[in-house]
């Protein structure tokens, strides 16, 4: 028993002396500061301003903008001139509306302009959701004006008089009000706006759950290589101590309480879960470090060179974050494959607790946690199995004599035949085998690049009527170029729900067919990862409004006729519903301000490449950390400029790193870019140095530097648009070196400067003063 006190004690120091002390002080402020930001009207989308030029100042154009001041989408309706457009994007208005001359009327004459709209691209998400509402509207109106004019024409004949033609242009300006207003009766629910908060929460906070549990179980098990290197297990095995491996997990547990209870707290507080839910919760997280704690110490344990363990650790939870699409974007694995992985059970289980669904409901779903488990045990047989083979092979004298002096010529050829900054880099990222896995993350990363624009919505339909409207919708929607939808029955919906692999569920429910009094027969229920619920219901809304538009055309035409129609009247409508369709548009788009465009409500890739450079910088800046680097660093102190040279051959170490991330991510070439690049390197550089040279010593980057780069990354904006929230909240890139970065990117001078004072800062800070221990130590 005292070995075994002997080993927890010792796994204490070991821990709290690698940082291990702000890895756990730092989420008792993180996840607070999370909950602020995410509370009330702070986690719903902002209000906008947009612009309107009515050059056309028709009943119809007053109208219009009345309707539009009353949207709560619309903070205000600016009315401005032609000569305002730029000055106006530049205050920050999302878009510009330009309606023209004589628009509505001349409309139904196939004449005339049309409506032009212009939007903000430094407002990504806001400007999505205006075109969503833009484009919906008006393909109401092409629907309008094609059947107006197919049944004008269908009772007055082919030429309209001067009196025809202003009936029609009346009659048809207050069909087209009332279709757009009741465009979203459609739906059952209508809360889109808490709906989209959710999301982003469940996003959110399934990441940071994910990413506290895995960096906590690494920064445990990190120093396994190192001990057993040194023979510590093989003395205390000896001694006769026993569970020195199950002392540092059940350190783990303890340590991971407070972040346990802060969670059972988030959860209690945010989707007043009962007291089963939160104890099912509780076993789910214990069951989550075993999974890691097994899974990291197999391949430490197989790996045995601890700087390579730790570099393949990383790159695997990078490619976790980025394929399975629980963060940044879209998935890139396969549905059958994401969802065994331990952020997507993360998401699955939190999204089905907000759900209230019972834990023998979710239970199916957390299974798959178990194959890291059995991963972890079977890489632990394996590493058994080879220290067995090694050892029998000593003993039959087949272990071949020399091999260390080859590896030491290896080294010694490779120092005189590289560049320093080179040679460094081999060695820091774990020579042949850490250079040939580092290529590989970056081709993985050149992967998720690739066809990054999702140019469509997915979302799934469960078709409960299964009458002859619900399947003309169904056959509008599979044509809309925006959609992609997938039929599935409705057993499997609460499934797609939960694992949210698409955008939704939408429900036609029974009764859809013949329903004519507008009572809402459609349910849509987004998934756990969804962001783009206001541009779905708004595509669905305007394929809905047109067929009713359609089906309509009938008794439109009586109610002019002031009669039945006929069968060869019936058979003229039809063939004029033909005739009036629109070739030319009625309506543009286009962007302003040169920024590319994004997926729809995605971080942008340079705020990928923000999140990965900081994690993966700051786990190769450990080595300043170590003793050995240490003892380096005081003995070129003694040689004139030895110091200056050996951290800027380091620095050329990180530059190249961030070159390779950049060429791999295809990040735009420019000079803003690239002079955010070079400061945001810069600071990681003197930063990472500075945690781990002058407060955190040795393992930083298990430390604090993990909580810190959630903060800058959470604060920054790299996960979403803090533009889109109200308040103070969207400036609070700039108190963050991410989001100064990402400011920079976007053209902001002054937010490139600033990252730039704070690395040389940083960086001076980590070199002027001379090398010593943490202060507590």
Sequence with gaps: MNGFLAALKKDMCLFFRKGGLFSLLFPLLLLPLFLFFFRGSSGGLQAFPVSVIDEDETLMSKTLIRQMEEVELFSEVHKISREDISEELEKGSVGVLRIPKDFFYTAYRFQGEPVELILNERRATESAILESVFTSIMKIMEKEQEMSLAVFHTAYGEKLSASEEEELYHRASERLLNSVLKRQLIFQNEEVGANVAFALIMRIASALLFLFLS???????????????????????????????????????????????????????????????????????????????????????????????????????????????????????????????????????????????????????????????????????????????GLLEKKTGLLKKGGGEEGSFGKSFLMHCLPFPLWRGYILLGRTVGVLLFLLFCLCLGRYAEDKTQEKIAVYLVNEDGGEWSRELLRDLDAEKSLDIQLIPEREKEEKLLYGDKEGVLTIRKGYTGDREEKGKLLYESGSASLSEMGLREIVAAVVAGEKIERGANDYLSSLLGREIRADEQDLLTKNQKQYKRTSPLYTVRKQNGATREELFSPRREAVYAFLLYFFLFSLASVAGEGEEKRVAARLQSIAGASRRYLIGLFLVFLGVSLCFFFAL???????????????????????????VRVLGEGAETGLSLNLGLFFCLSGGAFMDFSALSGWVKYLPYLSPVGLFLKGTEGDLLASAILLVIGLCTCRSSYDRPMRLPFFL
Excluded at 680 to 686: A, K, N, V
């Design 666 to 692: 295809r990040l735009d070439f420019s000079f803003n870019t690239m002079l955010s690049l070079l400061s945001y390197t810069l600071f990681l550089f003197g930063f990472s140095r500075f945690l781990s």
């Design 215 to 389: 960096f906590i179980s690494l920064s445990m098990v990190s120093a396994v290589p190192e001990e057993e290197k040194k023979g510590i297990v093989s003395r205390f095995r000896q001694m006769g101590g026993r569970g020195f491996y199950l002392s540092k997990f059940l350190l783990l547990l303890l340590l991971a309480l407070p972040v346990l209870a802060l969670s059972l707290l988030f959860l209690y507080k945010a989707f007043a879960l009962s007291p089963e839910l939160l104890l099912f919760f509780a076993l789910y997280y214990k069951l989550s470090l075993l999974s890691f704690y097994l899974f990291f110490w197999g391949i430490f344990s197989l790996v045995r060179e601890e700087r390579l363990a730790k570099n393949f650790s990383v790159c695997l939870i990078f490619l976790l974050l980025l394929f399975t699409g629980r963060l940044f974007s879209a998935g890139r694995l396969p549905f059958s494959l994401a969802r065994f992985s331990p952020i997507s059970i993360n998401a699955v289980l939190l999204e089905g607790l907000r759900r209230g669904y019972s834990p023998a409901r979710l239970m199916p779903f957390v299974l798959p946690l178990g194959l890291f488990l059995l991963l972890g045990i079977l890489l632990r047989f394996v590493h058994s199995f080879m220290e067995k083979r």
